[in-house]
């Protein structure tokens, strides 16, 4: 892994912009991130071309379903060679042992706990009792059962789960600077807040991304680590 932990997400519907973003900060970020939107836009040819620019990806596929069919969608990626990939803790720990199992072996499978633009409420709705750190600490526990290499949680729990998985691989994102704007995030830290409190991974999108200067931005972020 490279020693910067930021990486940067390229929720982008085009590929252009992805590419264009992603060769400014190139520099000044330790990875780049694609997820969801992107791959179902572009797909393989669409992480192939990102590649070109030569750091480790992270796929946030946030794989769940059956373990069977999870296996089989990370075997189709593992192709594709990246450094991280994401299921949902909540799929289980069969469907996560089948995912690891599946994964090539330098790609680090990570689960999913709770998203960080849910609260207590979002998760009373859905019937979860408990607080949002309940839910991160007990899906921490059944990921490190399932032989995961870590998990995906906010800064607010990452603490916990450093003390309660010593060797985990924690990635946190929902990350705002001091002066940011929280969006549609709900649970934020600042990233020195993050990487201190024991984030290995920290993903930040926004506030790169959509800044009217990016490398201003990736190298403001960059500095307080």
């Keep these: 892994m490279n020693t910067n932990p930021v990486y940067l997400a390229l929720d982008f519907p085009r590929l252009e912009t992805a590419e264009a973003v992603a060769r400014k900060v190139k520099d000044h970020v330790g990875g780049l991130k694609l997820g969801m939107e992107f791959f179902y836009a572009h797909g393989h ?18 794989l769940h379903d059956i373990p069977n069919t999870v296996a089989g969608a990370m075997q189709a990626v593992h192709v594709l060679e990246p450094a991280i990939v994401t299921v949902h803790a909540s799929g289980g720990q069969a469907m ?13 499978v990570v689960a999913v706990t709770l998203l960080t633009s849910m609260d207590e409420n979002d998760m009373a709705a859905t019937g ?18 399932a032989g995961l290499d870590g998990i995906v949680c906010s800064g607010h729990e990452v603490g916990a789960v450093h003390r309660q998985w ?13 002066d940011g704007k929280a969006g549609d ?18 993903v930040v999108g926004r506030p790169i991304s959509r800044a009217e200067d990016p490398v201003a931005a990736a190298r403001a972020i960059e500095a307080t680590l």
């Design 96 to 108: 996560m042992e089948d995912a690891k199992a599946a994964a090539g072996e330098h790609c680090k």
């Design 185 to 202: 995030q709900k649970r934020t830290v600042t990233p020195r807040q993050a990487r201190n409190d024991g984030a290995s991974i920290l």
């Design 45 to 62: 040819h669409g992480v192939h071309e990102i590649a070109k620019i030569g750091l480790p990806l992270f796929l946030d596929l946030k």
């Design 128 to 145: 979860i009792g408990g607080t949002p750190h309940d839910q991160v600490l007990r899906l921490a526990e059944l990921a490190h059962k």
């Design 166 to 178: 010593k060797d985990g691989f924690f990635v946190v994102p929902g990350l705002r600077l001091p």
